[in-house]
């Protein structure tokens, strides 16, 4: 079973600073990475996906991908107590395998 | 438009007893997915369906069966339901063959074997 890892947290941010999640993942071959957020006693919904190095900025979410590092983050700038969630990393395989999720708590 | 629809959304079984949870996708999507979260565990895939007509074997297969009707269902069966079985079940659908395969999730299915 190829692995993503995710620190569990929680990661606790106030109000209006930046949170940065990070994954890393064992399958060098993996193309495509996937952050979903998942409220509690909800499912999962997709933030954004990223499959090319560097940067993909959408609104206040940036994924960064480092393939040569096994590496992938998301940072949440202007963190705001709705952010406050399980984020899951994701990597594509057969299906989407992914990570225990990192609990973010942003408090006021 | 509905998405991912998964019944039922809560079930109470006793060790031993047998059901089927069932999902449906409105998407034309060829992939489908059932996963379980128990907590600090993440979601673990225990089978796909990559397209009509085929089933695999994901992470956590033993104890189950599914059963991949049509395009649009995929039903998941605990044959002999165990206490290890007590957990939330996610069904999901997907298109497989693109780098930005977005998984798209069912509402959930909180089920307690006692």
């Known amino acids: 079973q190829k692995e993503v890892e995710q620190n569990s947290g929680p990661l606790s941010v106030p109000e209006g600073a930046i949170a940065s999640l990070n994954c890393t993942y064992s399958?060098?071959?993996?193309?495509?990475f996937f952050w979903y957020r998942q409220y509690s006693g909800k499912s999962p919904e997709l933030i954004m996906f990223?499959?090319?190095?560097g940067d993909k900025e959408d609104g206040r979410f940036t994924a960064q991908l480092n393939k040569a590092s096994q590496y992938v983050s998301l940072l949440i700038r202007d963190s705001q107590p709705s952010d406050s969630a399980t984020y899951l990393c994701?990597?594509?395989?057969?299906?989407?395998?992914f990570g225990k999720g990192t609990s973010l708590l942003v408090t006021p | 438009n509905a998405g991912v629809t998964q019944t039922p959304k809560f079930q109470v079984l006793k060790t031993g007893q047998s059901m089927t949870l069932q999902c449906a996708q409105d998407m034309n999507h060829n992939s489908m997915y059932w996963y379980r979260q128990d907590p600090g565990m993440g979601l673990r895939l225990i089978y796909y369906?990559?397209?009509?007509?085929?089933?695999d074997k994901g992470e956590v297969p033993n104890g189950y069966n599914v059963s991949r009707l049509n395009k649009r269902e995929f039903s998941l069966r605990l044959e002999s339901a165990a206490p290890s079985q007590t957990s939330v079940y996610f069904c999901a659908s997907s298109e497989l063959d693109a780098l930005n395969t977005e998984a798209f999730f069912g509402q959930g299915t909180r089920l307690t074997v006692v």
């Open positions: 399958d060098r071959g993996s193309q495509s």
């Open positions: 369906s990559a397209s009509e007509g085929t089933t």
């Open positions: 990223i499959y090319s190095n």
């Open positions: 994701a990597v594509k395989g057969y299906a989407l395998n």
